[in-house]
């Protein structure tokens, strides 16, 4: 009876997101499907991976090994509860590593530093086997078109202009420059979404009054499900780094992210149909804001893309 292998990871939706090339490696060399434990509302994106199942119901499992890249008490109690062979945990830095965890990684307890990578391909390198499988950016299925929000028009341009780090995002009157000029360049329809926290809320609609042309706004009114679909048909997705770039990238969709304190080495797979742009370029700090970026930069890299 096949015991798919088990890998335990409880991040943000994006960081998740990353780990796919890794997981379809274990299972091509596994020959099956990999278990992934992660939180669990993420279940409609694992939904859209292939050969990855979410981690079944029940206090004990089986599996033909446990890989986490978890160092908390969470991975240790489902290494702890999982029968396997081998256990082993993965850390980026010696300080997440403790004596401890030998009880529940009597395996391996490795220290790769992944200061140098696109976190993506980090994960494929460290994933503990051996494949012919060469690293890919992430993909996901497209999703189930029930799944879709019906009232959205045909071929919009997708804004998703926040992030759970508030620190990431531009100001709101350069967006509003940048919606404007795309208008009169013939983009839209304009459809808005975003999280659910209340600066969040405020700084959106900040945006959605302020603007010349109307945006369908549909801040903080979407399940994980409708989420993934909106960003899967969107004609281009303008963003800042989070979930949504990730996942836009996932879908092929086109993409222009701006980056302020977070670096696009680690969150940025640069292809054809996806542009960062980086505040670095503008700024001599280490993490500089994204006030450094300015509109004509923002305007000309989303023509660049859509002319492409």
């Known amino acids: 009876m096949y015991k798919p292998p088990l890998v335990i990871y409880h991040k943000q939706l994006g960081d998740v997101l990353l780990l796919e090339p890794a997981l379809a490696k274990l299972a091509s060399w596994a020959g099956g499907s990999v278990t992934l434990a992660t939180r669990p509302g993420f279940s409609p994106m694992i939904q859209l991976m292939d050969s990855v199942e979410p981690i079944p119901n029940g206090i004990f499992r089986q599996a033909s090994q446990v890989v986490s890249f978890d160092p908390r008490s969470r991975g240790c109690l489902l290494s702890l509860t999982t029968w396997a062979r081998e256990k082993r945990l993965i850390v980026s830095q010696k300080k ?92 839209g329809p304009f459809v808005i979404t975003g999280g659910g926290a209340e600066w969040e809320k405020q700084y959106i ?51 222009v992210t701006l980056f302020g304190p977070s670096n696009p080495l680690h969150w940025h797979c640069p292809t054809q149909g996806a542009i960062a742009i980086d505040a670095r370029k503008y700024s001599s700090e280490p993490k500089p804001s994204t006030s450094f970026i300015s509109v004509d930069s923002v305007v000309s890299a989303s023509l660049l893309l859509m002319n492409n």
């Not at 990684?105 to 494929?124: G, I, L, M, N």
């Not at 508030?166 to 919606?179: F, H, N, P, Y």
């Open 205 to 255: 609609q900040t945006i959605v009054n302020s603007v010349d042309v109307e945006i369908i706004d549909i801040n903080g009114r979407t399940s994980l499900s409708q989420y993934l679909s909106v960003i899967a048909n969107a004609k281009v997705l303008l963003c800042i780094d989070g979930s949504s770039s990730h996942i836009a990238s996932a879908f092929g969709i086109p993409c």
């Open 96 to 187: 997440h590593l403790k004596a401890w965890h030998a009880l529940f990684f009597p395996t391996q307890r490795r220290v790769a530093s992944d200061s140098r990578y696109y976190r993506a391909e980090y994960f494929f390198d460290v994933m503990p086997c051996e494949s012919k499988m060469a690293f890919r950016p992430p993909k996901l299925s497209r999703p189930p078109g029930d799944w879709h929000p019906q009232s959205l028009p045909e071929n919009y341009v997708l804004l998703h202009l926040t992030s759970a780090w508030q620190r990431k995002s531009w100001l709101a009157e350069r967006w509003v420059a940048t919606i404007n000029e795309l208008s009169r360049q013939g983009w």
